[in-house]
C-alpha cells in the first residue's frame, strides 16, 4: 500500500499569498497518477488537479500541481478567501487508491 | 448537469447492516465505474472498493473485503454500498465517486455524503 504524507497539517496564511502544500509517496505513484482535491466543510472533496499537474475543468488558474515520482507539490497562488479549506492528495495508480491527511490552509 | 445523488443519513445498532444508494444522473452510467470512499470523525478519506455500472465487476479494499458488498441497479442508474455487521468504527460520512477517462481515471463526481451513525 501507498502511503501518502501530506505537509504542513496547517499552514496560516492570508488573502493574497501564496500556499505551497507538499504530499510524499512512500513508493513511486505509477505513470503520474496523483490527484489533488479540496474539501471545505460539510462538503464532498472536489477534483482540482489531475495526472500529478492537469487542472480540472471550471479550476482557476491560481491553482498549480507539479512533482512526479514520490514527491508532489500543489501551489495556491494569490490565495483567495473561498481557497481557504482542506487539501487532500491521493494516488490512483495502484490499489488500494490511498489519500494523504490532509493539508489544512487557515486565514491568518 | 452531472450528479450523483445519495441515500440520507442513517443511524444503525452494531451488528446491523446499512445499505447507501448513489443515484446517477446526467451521463450514461453503465459506461463509468463508481468509487466508495468513507470519512470517519478527524480521519483521512478511506477507498473501499469500485463497481463498473456496467458489468458489475467490483474491486474491494483488503480492509472492507468481507464486510461491503458493492452492485449497481442498471435501470434505475443507480449504485449501492452495503456495510454489515457495523461496529462504532464505521460511523462515517459515506461518498459515492465517478471516475472518468477524462481525468485520467481521477475522482472528477462526488455524491453529497451520506452519515451512518453506529450507536447502540
Known amino acids: 500500500e501507498i502511503v501518502l504524507t501530506q505537509s504542513p497539517g496547517t499552514v496560516s496564511l492570508s488573502p493574497g499569498e501564496r500556499a505551497t502544500l507538499s504530499c510524499r509517496a512512500s513508493q513511486s505513484v505509477r505513470s503520474g497518477y496523483l490527484a489533488w482535491y479540496q474539501q471545505k466543510p460539510g462538503q464532498a472533496p472536489r477534483l482540482l488537479i489531475f495526472?500529478?499537474?492537469s487542472r480540472a475543468t471550471g479550476i482557476p488558474d491560481r491553482f498549480s500541481g507539479s512533482g512526479s515520482g514520490t514527491d508532489f507539490t500543489l501551489t495556491i497562488n494569490r490565495l483567495a478567501p473561498e481557497d481557504f479549506a482542506v487539501y487532500y492528495c491521493q494516488q490512483y495508480g495502484s490499489s488500494p487508491r490511498t489519500f494523504g491527511q490532509g493539508t489544512q490552509v487557515e486565514i491568518k | 448537469q452531472v450528479q450523483l445523488v445519495q441515500s440520507g443519513a442513517e443511524v444503525k445498532k452494531p451488528g446491523a447492516s446499512v445499505k447507501v444508494s448513489c443515484k446517477a444522473s446526467?451521463?450514461?452510467?453503465?459506461?463509468?465505474?463508481i468509487h466508495w470512499v468513507r470519512q470517519a470523525p478527524g480521519q483521512r478519506l478511506e477507498w473501499l472498493g469500485w463497481i463498473n455500472a456496467g458489468n458489475g465487476n467490483t474491486e474491494y479494499s483488503q480492509r472492507s473485503q468481507g464486510r461491503v458488498t458493492l452492485s449497481s441497479d442498471t435501470s434505475a442508474n443507480a449504485a449501492y454500498m452495503e456495510l454489515s455487521s457495523l461496529r462504532s468504527g464505521d460511523t462515517a460520512v459515506y461518498y459515492c465517486a465517478r471516475v472518468s477517462a477524462m481525468v485520467l481515471f481521477a475522482f472528477d463526481v462526488w455524491g453529497q455524503g451520506t452519515l451512518v451513525t453506529v450507536s447502540s
Open positions: 495526472g500529478a499537474s
Open positions: 446526467g451521463y450514461n452510467f453503465i459506461g463509468y465505474v
